[in-house]
């Protein structure tokens, strides 16, 4: 996922099942839970339905570089996006037949789906 490193986040559009997150180089589609935590630790945002949210935080990535990027090689599948200053997301796939999240790459670059599994 050295994709991501360096790349910053730019944009989000949410929608009633899913969030798509626009980073600079490549655009990242989240369909399963996550957390997005502080430097601290504390969770400040997750995924929710739409009828229990009453504000979004996910926001709070917004100009932030991402630093650092790992993934779980045992299903289920973590992928956790840290930022230089601490605030990390992290992506838990849900083992579901549907597409947990993708990575497109911008310009001609590779594209990324987990399912569940890698």
């Known amino acids: 996922m050295n ?3 360096g790349d910053k986040f730019e944009s989000f559009v949410f929608g009633e099942f899913s969030v798509s997150l626009g980073l600079a180089n490549s655009v990242f589609a989240v369909g399963c839970d996550w957390l997005l935590t502080g430097p601290d630790g ?3 945002d997750q ?3 739409l009828s229990h ?5 996910l ?10 990027v790992s993934i779980s090689d045992e299903p289920p599948v973590v992928l956790a996006i ?3 200053d601490g605030y990390t997301l992290k992506v838990l796939s849900s083992l579901s037949v549907h597409e947990d ?3 497109l790459a911008l310009h001609g670059g590779p ?3 987990c399912d569940g599994e890698l």
């Open 111 to 113: 594209f990324f789906v």
């Open 42 to 44: 504390t969770v400040l």
């Open 59 to 68: 926001w709070i990535l917004i100009g932030k570089v991402i630093s650092h």
């Open 82 to 84: 840290s930022t230089t």
């Open 101 to 103: 999240w993708s990575i």
């Open 47 to 49: 995924r929710l339905e």
């Open 3 to 5: 994709l991501l490193l």
């Open 53 to 57: 949210r009453q504000d979004w935080k």
